[in-house]
């Protein structure tokens, strides 16, 4: 039994030993990393004060554009139509290109 008391005592001696060897690696990366090397992404909260400054600031925004809305501006803003001619084209178009593709399936299966 005293050789195996010894035994326990040397293998806590050696753990003990490991254990110190560990901390001085992690104060070593710690020192090279600037911070702790297990660092985690932490979500950043905003106050209630905060987010009535934003709430309140986004609302200006849309009240000065809501306010601009009703005065003509400058601007000739034209939509861009398509006519119905081309419209048919480029249908057929695609109905030629899904077709040469159904056509390859079928023919490799």
């Known amino acids: 039994m005293a050789n195996l008391a010894g035994v326990v005592q040397q293998l806590r001696k050696e753990?003990?030993?490991?254990a110190r060897v560990v901390e001085r690696?992690?104060?070593?990366?710690?020192a090279l990393n600037g911070g702790s090397y297990r660092r985690t992404a932490t979500r950043r909260t905003?106050?209630?004060a905060g987010?009535?400054?934003i709430a309140a600031a986004?609302?200006?925004?849309?009240?000065?554009l809501r306010g601009n809305a009703g005065?003509?501006?400058n601007v000739?803003?034209?939509k861009k139509t398509m006519s119905a001619a081309a419209r048919k084209k480029i249908a057929a178009?695609?109905?030629a290109r899904w077709a040469k593709v159904k056509a390859a399936q079928k023919k490799s299966a």
Do not use: G
């Not at 753990?15 to 490991?18: F, G, K, M, P, V």
């Open 76 to 78: 000739v803003s034209k």
């Open 93 to 95: 178009a695609q109905r």
């Open 58 to 64: 986004q609302r200006a925004r849309w009240a000065k």
């Open 51 to 53: 987010l009535a400054r």
């Open 25 to 30: 690696l992690d104060a070593a990366l710690t």
């Open 71 to 73: 005065q003509k501006q």
């Open 15 to 18: 753990r003990d030993q490991a």
């Open 46 to 48: 905003i106050s209630a």
